[in-house]
């Protein structure tokens, strides 16, 4: 698993969110949207037929964050209680392709009350997405879903979701990803935990996720597997600064495969002005049996206009 890819990236980055549909007191549907695109050229790029590496450029279309566009709503129900729903589908504007179901990212309604929290059902962002607070890119193409080749970003379907409210800084969501499958409630089933405290300029989160195979075994690092995620991120004037530990187990992988990854980052963000934002980070992760390690580091800027 060993690799060296170097990459640089110029584009632009554009988000726009619609003004909402239907406005009043009781009730909102808001349609918003985003779209990516710029310019790649990669270098390094091993080809296994001809036993060489190449460069290549290339349109870029989601390495800054998912093209998508989504409707949301809120329906307040009177003593405190909401209805909510939301439904988003990201597509590649390269090709205008956005996979076979019209909302393959989201699409769930649920209740909410400030005093006791919210569920949601449907389809959602599997919990490991949480490490988005955790990665200085905002886990992006280069980021920390890279080396674990994107366990920890997934989607999930048939979905029970909860979150508590805010509880003094901290807050904790727990989901679980159905498999619907008669005779064994493991199989294809996915669920985890993800509990956060913020406190001013300090956030701490951990997050714990296992997904199932088809016979409801953990068998591949990358895909079927359990994940804990511990890290935190600390201002510092113009400076924020993110550590994380990615502990990844398949404990009945094949003798031939790894059944652990071991994966570790930081980095840091960086406002030079209230535009311009530098970022800097290293990944490194190294499996067990197979002998495999990887070291990405990556250097960027963000600019707001």
Known sequence: MKSAIRSMYLGVACAAVLAPQIASAQSTVTLYGRVVSGLAYIDHVYDPVANASFSKTMVAGNQWGTSMWGMKGKEDLGGGLAANFLVESGFDLKTGSAGAALFNRRAYVGLSNASWGSFRFGKNLFISNDVWDLDPTGQQWVGSATLVRGRSWPGASNVIEYSTPDMGGFNATAQISLGEQAGNSKANRGEGISLTYANQDL??????????????????????????????????????????????????????????LKHAWVGVRYDVTPALTLIGTVFHVKSDRVAGKATLGMVGADYSM
Do not use: C, W
Request: net charge positive; hydrophobic share 40%.
């Open 203 to 260: 956030m701490l989160r951990a997050i714990y996720s296992a997904k199932h195979n088809a016979a409801g075994t953990f068998t591949d690092v990358f895909n079927t597997s359990k994940e804990t995620i511990v890290g935190g991120t600390y201002k510092i004037g113009p400076a924020k600064l993110y550590a994380a530990y990615d502990y990844i187990t398949a404990p009945e992988a094949a003798l031939t495969a790894a059944s652990q």
